[in-house]
């Protein structure tokens, strides 16, 4: 009992009631009093801080390190390096009109000013409110008709630019096209509504693509999209990680409804209508919540033997209170252990994985690397010729961040040694 104890106090769910009960206790068969032992207290504390702060953190540690050993020893063994594993392509047009409007699309100016054009979409957003006069909502209206039109011009320059396959290829552009139709069918509703209920609806709905135009914000800047870039890796490999949490709690749903299904429902109990075990909806809900840790070691404790059986159960004559079991013990410290320890910290190792993929090692080649030499490479060749003067070259590969240029922390003259090197 000591070590459940401890166990709990490490989870940090009800320590604080088991602290005070601990420091009022006054020894076997006597009642408590009153902060009898206050000292008491700094086992508990250091125990938190040597367990709960550092030992469960370097297991979680330990976690990561492991999934990401395992992650790259596949590299390994193919003696590939992450570039060679996942190579980035990039689509420039041979067609010479195309290649203007790949040109343009590409181009800082375009950039910037699509970027302005959100900033102000947003602005408009931002102004609308409650009550507001009807030549204020008239105004709204006419731009979000010019916001839409804007935005499907550039819709369209990259579909000249990219035509319908490469067009499609990119995530992001086909979060544009899905935002830019969905404008545009807001607009033709709004217009032609008759303002009954079920319009209404429709306009709401309609409306939220306005808001989503907002999320193309996170598509602009190098960081924002670094973080993007981690974030969609992540996915890649979270659904593995989801497939094993839903494994984890199937099995243990199960097991609970055949083992704790006929503990009765009280409310004065954790086993209420609520949470319970007799349904494999309920003992799912009810898993979820352990694994959160809220309450769990209550719910343990509710289910352990000499509880109340449920009405509706089949138990025979006098054996009303002999639901339950000592396997409660075993079943939910393992499953929080599994869950909050071990299988949730998947999640971080996943996304710390790639971040750390994406940060710390230089010579990983990002779609946000492509973006920064195609920028500053156009300052440097603005009619698109493909070659740039040879006194450039340095200065071109200092303002260039690693893996493709020197960085601009790198003095100008080991970049310019440096580029000999590799002219050489």
């Known amino acids: 009992m000591g070590m459940m104890a401890l166990f709990t106090v490490s989870t940090f769910e009800g320590w604080p009631a088991l602290l005070y009960k601990a420091i009022d206790a006054n020894g076997e068969n006597t009642g408590p009093i009153y902060n009898y032992r206050v000292e008491i207290s700094i086992f508990f504390i250091v125990y938190i801080i040597i367990i709960a702060f550092f030992m469960m953190n370097i297991f979680v540690g330990f976690v990561i390190i492991t999934f990401r050993e395992q992650g790259e020893q596949e590299y390994k063994n193919c003696e590939l390096d992450k570039n060679q594993a996942q190579p980035l392509k990039l689509y420039i047009p041979k067609n010479p009109v195309q290649y203007k409007f790949w040109s343009i699309i590409n181009s800082s100016v375009f950039e910037y000013v699509m970027f302005l054009l959100i900033l102000l979409n947003t602005v408009t957003l931002a102004v609308q409110h409650y009550e507001q006069s009807k030549n204020f909502s008239h105004v709204m209206d006419i731009l979000n008709m010019v916001f839409t039109g804007l935005f499907t011009v550039e819709m369209l320059l990259k579909l000249l630019a990219l035509r319908l396959r490469h067009y499609f290829m990119d995530a992001w552009n086909s979060f544009d096209a899905l935002i830019v139709v969905g404008s545009v069918v807001d607009i033709v509703v709004t217009e032609f509504s008759s303002g009954e209920d079920s319009s209404r609806v429709s306009i ?3 409306r939220l693509f306005r808001v989503m135009r907002l ?5 602009k800047g190098e960081g924002i999209r670094t973080l993007l870039w981690t974030f969609i890796k992540s996915l890649q490999a979270l659904p593995y990680v989801a497939l094993l949490i839903a494994l984890i709690f199937f099995i243990y749903a199960v097991v609970g409804m055949q083992t704790f299904g006929k503990v009765a429902m009280q409310d004065y109990t954790q086993i209420n209508r609520n949470n319970n075990f007799q349904t494999f909806p309920q003992a799912v809900l009810l898993l979820f919540r352990c694994a959160t840790g809220e309450a769990w070691q209550e719910i343990m404790l509710a ?5 109340r059986c449920d009405p509706e159960s089949d138990f025979e004559p006098g054996e009303e209170f002999s639901c339950g079991s000592s396997f409660a013990i075993v079943y939910f410290i393992s499953f929080f252990m599994l869950c909050a320890f071990l299988i949730i910290n998947l999640f971080v190792a996943v996304i710390m994985d790639n971040f750390d ?4 090692d230089w010579s990983i080649l990002g779609p946000h690397h492509l973006d920064e030499f195609k920028r ?3 300052e440097y060749d603005p009619e698109a010729k493909g070659r740039i003067k ?11 961040q690693p893996p493709l240029g020197f960085g601009k922390l790198c003095p100008h003259r080991v970049a310019s040694s440096r580029s000999d090197e590799h002219a050489s």
């Open 204 to 206: 709401t709905f309609f």
């Open 215 to 219: 999320v193309k914000l996170l598509s």
């Open 303 to 307: 289910s352990l033997p000499g509880k």
């Open 357 to 360: 993929y994406l940060t710390r």
């Open 376 to 378: 500053i490479w156009s």
């Open 390 to 400: 040879h006194l450039d070259v340095v200065a071109l590969l200092r303002r260039i």
